[in-house]
T-cell receptor, first 111, second 114 residues
């Protein structure tokens, strides 16, 4: 079946630093979604991507749909304490009925 | 729009009891699904529905039933709760866009089975 590798698993950064994380797939995807989950809450959709090469921003967050259609990147600029949480990617190939999820990146922002 | 709503937020059951987790969405999405989230296991699909009257099994369907009588509601039933069903349950709804899919999650139900 499809596999999604998300890295890094965890990050400890200083407030104000930029952050980058990525997901790679064993299959070609037609959708990449990025979510943030805080403790005790449900995943919140941050950015949705549908085309190879697409670059989309949501405030300080920017995500890109890789040209190969097998990867995606999420960047957070000028991190702040409220960016703390688990970020995970999800994707779907044209032949699949379901999303495949990455294992998540735990982000800690140090003051 | 309230988006995806789930009730209850917390629940404690004894082994063998049954219960229904409620899920509703007001976005007129055709596609709805149930996931469970366990430490180290990520999100695993239990059941899903592509429209009213149509349901199908996901990755971990055993011990759970679903039905979809309306577009808005997608309840998840635990027939005879077991400690292995202690988990956080998320309902999601989604729609197709630009050849892809966009999916939104509810706030979750935290279930403990004693």
């Amino acid at each position: 079946g499809q596999q999604l590798n998300q890295s890094p698993q965890s990050m400890f950064i200083q407030e104000g630093e930029d952050v980058s994380m990525n997901c790679t797939s064993s299959s070609i995807f037609n959708t990449w979604l990025w979510y943030k989950q805080e403790p005790g809450e449900g995943p919140v959709l941050l950015i949705a991507l549908y085309k190879a090469g697409e670059l989309t921003s949501n405030g300080r967050l920017t995500a890109q749909f890789g040209i190969t259609r097998k990867d995606s990147f999420l960047n957070i600029s000028a991190s702040i304490p409220s960016d703390v949480g688990i970020y995970f990617c999800a994707g779907r190939s044209g032949s699949a009925r379901q999303l495949t999820f990455g294992s998540g990146t735990q982000l800690t922002v140090l003051p | 729009n309230a988006g995806v709503t789930q009730t209850p937020k917390f629940q404690v059951l004894k082994t063998g009891q049954s219960m229904t987790l409620q899920c509703a969405q007001d976005m007129n999405h055709e596609y709805m699904s149930w996931y469970r989230q366990d430490p180290g296991m990520g999100l695993r699909l239990i059941h899903y529905s592509v429209g009213a009257g149509i349901t199908d099994q996901g990755e971990v369907p055993n011990g759970y039933n679903v039905s979809r009588s309306t577009t808005e509601d997608f309840p998840l039933r635990l027939l005879s709760a077991a400690p292995s069903q202690t988990s956080v349950y998320f309902c999601a709804s989604s729609y197709s866009k630009a050849g892809g899919v966009t999916q939104y999650f509810g706030p979750g139900t935290r279930l403990t089975v004693l």
